[in-house]
Each structure stands twice: as structure tokens, then as C-alpha cells.
């Protein structure tokens, strides 16, 4: 089932600027992941935070997590050209079955 | 980082006729693989669970007859698309599973093009 839900879809900023997407999931979860996808590639894993965390730091990545809200937030600070590409967040539904979002697709101007 | 590959990265077939993609965990055993499809500009939606040894689980609304899976080993699943139509065109991604959720590893993608 696809219950992730992101919002906005499309972010197209300049670089340097500071990019947030945020995510909602209608169930309980054990964890919430978020994943990038470069065009037409495989997913990348950027960052788990699990359902008794609330933020969680990795890099210029920061992910916080509204158990109450069901809701998840990802922030790149500095964005960069090369941090291009759709980004998905993803629940843990039990037994590693991940139900992914519908993704935001982030364009990274020079 | 644990490695997964897939095989072929891209294929073009007739409509009839079956395709089998391969997915392998290269430096680790994987008890656990997950096959998704993405159609553009979509997100991924799970297809199945393969289980080393036993059948695989299959989402809702997956036809298990359509798409065969096969975990021969602990390295190894499979995925064929029997009888392949072009609505079936789609771009099929597979997991692998180390250990607990934060060691499933994906892999690079398969993209289908049925004619």
C-alpha cells in the first residue's frame, strides 16, 4: 500500500538555498526512511528515523518526525546542482516492507 | 556499502513473450528481496516478497501467475514477466534485505520496454 503522501511535488530552487519537503503517512509505523532517485537510477538511502525519534541530523540533511501529525519533514541545507533528483519518503509497514510516497522532484538551479 | 545488482539494466521485447530480470546481492545474503515497478514520473509501488526457499508473497492486485518469482538462493531472485504486454513497460526495481530495515539495499533497476 502507498500511504506516504509528499508535498510540494516539484521544488525548483537556487543553489545555496535550503530545500524542505514534507511527507504524511496514515498508519502506525516503526520507522520512516527517505530515499533519492536520480533520473531513470536506483534508489539511494539517505536517512531512518525511527518512530520514538523526533529529528535526526546526517550531513546537510535534517529529517523530524510528528508521530502525532503523522507527518515527516526533509531539509537540505545549502542545496547543491548535484542534489537534483526526486526524493521519497517511505514507512516501515512491518516485516521491511516499505510503502513509498509519491515523491518530490527537486531542481537544484546553479 | 552492500552492493545489489540487477540484470538486464534495460530490455526490449515483443508483446508475447517472457522477460526474466535477475537481482543479486553481491557481498551479502539477502533471506529477503522486494520487487517494485515505477512508471514515470511515479513513485514505487511494491510488487512482492521474496523469500529465500518459500513463495513469494504477493501485493494485492498483483497477478502472480503474470509475474513469476524465484529465490533460489540467498543471492539470487527473479523476476520474469510472462507473456509481456506493453502496458507491462515500466521500470522494475528490486531490494535485498541484509538484516533489520535499516540494511535493505537497492538495486540499480530493471527498465522494460514491450513493443
Known amino acids: 500500500s502507498q500511504q506516504g503522501e509528499e508535498d510540494p511535488q516539484a521544488l525548483s530552487i537556487q543553489e545555496g538555498e535550503n530545500a524542505t519537503m514534507n511527507c504524511s503517512y496514515k498508519t502506525s509505523i516503526n520507522n520512516l526512511q527517505w530515499y533519492r532517485q536520480n533520473s531513470g537510477r536506483g534508489l539511494v538511502h539517505l536517512i531512518l528515523?525511527?518512530?520514538?525519534?523526533r529529528e535526526k541530523h546526517s550531513g546537510r540533511l535534517r529529517v523530524t518526525l510528528d508521530t502525532s501529525k503523522k507527518s515527516s519533514s526533509l531539509l537540505i541545507t545549502a542545496s547543491r546542482a548535484a542534489d537534483t533528483a526526486s526524493y521519497f519518503c517511505?514507512?516501515?509497514?512491518?516485516?521491511?516492507?516499505?510503502?513509498f510516497g509519491k515523491g518530490n522532484q527537486v531542481v537544484v538551479i546553479p | 556499502g552492500a552492493v545489489v545488482s540487477q540484470h538486464p539494466s534495460w530490455v526490449i521485447c515483443k508483446s508475447g513473450t517472457s522477460v526474466k530480470i535477475e537481482c543479486r546481492s553481491l557481498d551479502f545474503q539477502a533471506t529477503t528481496m522486494f520487487w517494485y515497478r515505477q512508471f514515470p514520473k511515479q513513485s514505487l509501488m511494491l510488487m512482492a516478497t521474496?523469500?529465500?526457499?518459500?513463495?513469494?508473497?504477493?501485493e494485492q492486485g498483483v497477478e502472480k501467475d503474470k509475474f513469476l518469482i524465484n529465490h533460489a538462493s540467498l543471492t539470487l531472485s527473479t523476476l520474469t514477466v510472462t507473456s509481456a504486454h506493453p502496458e507491462d513497460s515500466s521500470f522494475y526495481i528490486c531490494?535485498?534485505?541484509?538484516?533489520?530495515?535499516?540494511?535493505?539495499?537497492f538495486g540499480p533497476g530493471t527498465r522494460l520496454l514491450v513493443l
Open positions: 517511505a514507512t516501515e509497514e512491518g516485516n521491511n516492507r516499505l510503502a
Open positions: 521474496s523469500n529465500e526457499g518459500s513463495k513469494a508473497t504477493y
Open positions: 528515523i525511527r518512530s520514538n525519534e
Open positions: 531490494s535485498a534485505v541484509a538484516g533489520g530495515p535499516e540494511t535493505q539495499y
